[in-house]
């Protein structure tokens, strides 16, 4: 019974999420349904006391990481950087390979920190161009961009600045470089895999005489001629983000140790801070300031006039997408605190192999919570002690176990209740009927990679 009531209680919240609700609402009224049908007495302490607490940890952890990134990305989108940096991938690859001009432009934006919503919104009315004049379905523009934004540069290679690249260090004192030759494994094995198909898809439209097709709606404006920033120009803040990123990894630990005493005025005892927990945030958060800045500082005057609303929208979105998967995560807590979780903790740790175990239940709960930061929070808030503890028996090192659960992460997480999904088809125009089809395969794709380097450090590692 009490394991219904736990797969009741996830039902519910991926239902609402589904239907378009907010999760924020929701995700403390489907944790609190389970503690109702548990034990009634106990709604209002793990409401206060897991819910909440958890809650507001998350976000003190993480806010400023999605913050800084929603800005970040803005500015490049206000300086024209981003339409320069398409200009130019266009230039390289053609503009007859329209698809991986397309997964490129992407794969850029977000390895160089931009959110990955602000990536769809960017890119968008590019894509819509380019397959326009290649004569390639419209219907094939999400899982285009899927691949670009959502697979590889999000969360399998080293150093990503996105979210889901972030969050296991602060489980496993790690930091965002961790196993980098895992990570550039998986990557290659997403694009090559995603690409393959992706033209496979595009070689049977065109055998059925299928092109991009008439009266779709949310169809951009045609583009109008105007002057580009540098690409050169245009590439050093995304540069200086991925550097500076090592850098401050690096330089953060030696400087302050692995803690940090402080004495406040007027306090009787010091505020102690475990850096060693916390350096791979400050590293990505330092980077993401200076590249905001140095956006600032070279294309000033586009920005000028547009910073005040376009830093109010960043800075809107960063409160929605942290909210929610800061109550997500607090789902997770409450979720982990009943009878009912047992039973799944349980038959995971029947998978006698740790980094298996940890795909599956980073991947199952990223599919059911419709998130890869949510999901793997709540998985490795509930069990990373216990992949700690079997890692340590196998002798794999951490920083594998980092970079299976990331991956493992960006698997399943966009199935179609999924909200970076919902906005991606929004903005396109297009229906999951229509599209969703091929988001799902660039999805099987992804959870297959996080297998392929599992079975890569075995075949290694001995």
């Given at each position: 019974m009490s394991f219904?009531?736990v797969?009741?209680s ?13 999760v ?8 609190l349904?389970?503690v ?9 302490p ?8 958890k ?5 003190k952890l993480y806010?400023p990481?999605?913050?800084?990134g929603a800005?970040f ?5 206000l300086?024209?950087?981003s ?5 130019l ?15 490129m432009?992407?794969a850029?934006l977000?390895y ?10 960017a ?8 397959f326009?004049q290649?004569?390639i379905p419209k219907?094939?523009?999400p899982?285009?961009?899927a691949?670009g934004?959502?697979?590889f540069?999000m969360d399998?290679l080293?150093g990503?600045?996105?979210?889901q690249?972030?969050i296991?260090?602060?489980?496993f004192?790690t930091?965002t470089?961790?196993a980098?030759?895992?990570?550039v494994?998986?990557?290659?094995f997403?694009?090559?895999t995603?690409?393959?198909?992706l ?11 299928e092109?991009y097709g008439?009266g779709?709606s949310?169809?951009?404006e045609q583009f109008?001629q ?5 690409p050169?120009l245009?590439l050093?803040p ?9 850098v401050f990894?690096v330089?953060i630990?030696?400087f ?5 005493s ?6 009787t ?6 850096v060693?927990?916390?350096a791979a945030?400050?590293?990505?958060e330092?980077?993401l300031?200076?590249g905001?800045?140095?956006v ?10 547009r910073?005040a609303?376009?830093s109010?929208?960043?800075?809107s979105?960063s409160?929605?997408?942290?909210m929610n998967?800061?109550?997500?995560y607090?789902f ?10 047992l039973?799944?903790?349980d038959a995971?740790?029947?998978v006698?192999n740790?980094l ?15 998130s ?13 002690d ?5 890692a ?6 951490l920083e594998?176990l980092?970079?299976?659960?990331s991956?493992?992460?960006?698997g399943?997480?966009t ?11 929004a903005?396109?125009?297009l229906?999951?009927?229509v599209?969703?089809?091929?988001i799902f395969a660039?999805?099987c794709i992804?959870?297959m990679a996080v ?6 450090y075995?075949?290694?590692a001995a």
């Amino acid at each position: 019974m009490s394991f219904l009531i736990v797969l009741l209680s996830l039902a519910l919240l991926m239902f609402v999420a589904y239907r378009g609700f907010s999760v924020i609402l929701f995700a403390p009224v489907a944790a609190l349904l389970a503690v109702l049908l548990t034990d009634p007495s106990l709604v209002p302490p793990m409401f206060s006391s897991v819910f909440m607490d958890k809650m507001v940890g998350f976000i003190k952890l993480y806010f400023p990481v999605f913050l800084l990134g929603a800005v970040f990305g803005k500015v490049i989108e206000l300086s024209g950087f981003s339409k320069s940096i398409v200009a130019l991938v266009i230039g390289l690859v053609g503009r007859e390979r329209a698809m991986l001009a397309i997964v490129m432009v992407c794969a850029v934006l977000t390895y160089g920190g931009v959110s990955l919503f602000v990536v769809v919104f960017a890119v968008y009315p590019f894509a819509a161009e380019m397959f326009r004049q290649g004569d390639i379905p419209k219907r094939l523009i999400p899982g285009t961009i899927a691949l670009g934004a959502f697979t590889f540069t999000m969360d399998a290679l080293p150093g990503s600045p996105q979210i889901q690249n972030i969050i296991p260090t602060a489980f496993f004192q790690t930091d965002t470089w961790a196993a980098p030759w895992l990570g550039v494994t998986g990557s290659i094995f997403i694009l090559a895999t995603g690409m393959s198909y992706l033209e496979w898809r595009r070689r049977q439209a065109a055998a059925r005489g299928e092109g991009y097709g008439a009266g779709h709606s949310n169809e951009p404006e045609q583009f109008t001629q105007e002057k580009l920033p540098s690409p050169l120009l245009a590439l050093v803040p995304l540069v200086l983000v991925g550097v500076l990123n090592k850098v401050f990894t690096v330089l953060i630990p030696e400087f302050y140790g692995k803690t940090h005493s402080m004495t406040l005025a007027g306090a009787t005892k010091p505020v102690a801070t475990e850096v060693s927990k916390v350096a791979a945030i400050w590293a990505v958060e330092a980077a993401l300031l200076i590249g905001i800045l140095s956006v600032l500082a070279l294309a000033y005057r586009p920005i000028r006039k547009r910073f005040a609303e376009g830093s109010k929208t960043a800075i809107s979105g960063s409160l929605l997408a942290s909210m929610n998967t800061a109550s997500e995560y607090g789902f997770g807590a409450v979720i982990a605190g009943l009878p009912g979780f047992l039973v799944v903790a349980d038959a995971l740790k029947h998978v006698p192999n740790p980094l298996v175990n940890e795909a599956i239940a980073v991947t199952t709960l990223a599919g059911i919570t419709g998130s890869a930061s949510g999901g793997m929070s709540i998985a490795l808030a509930a069990m990373s002690d216990t992949f700690i503890q079997a890692a340590h028996a196998a002798d794999i090192p951490l920083e594998v176990l980092h970079r299976v659960a990331s991956m493992a992460s960006g698997g399943m997480d966009t199935l179609p209740h999924n909200g970076a999904v919902i906005t991606l088809l929004a903005v396109c125009g297009l229906s999951h009927r229509v599209s969703y089809g091929d988001i799902f395969a660039v999805t099987c794709i992804k959870t297959m990679a996080v297998f392929v380097v599992i079975g890569t450090y075995y075949l290694f590692a001995a």
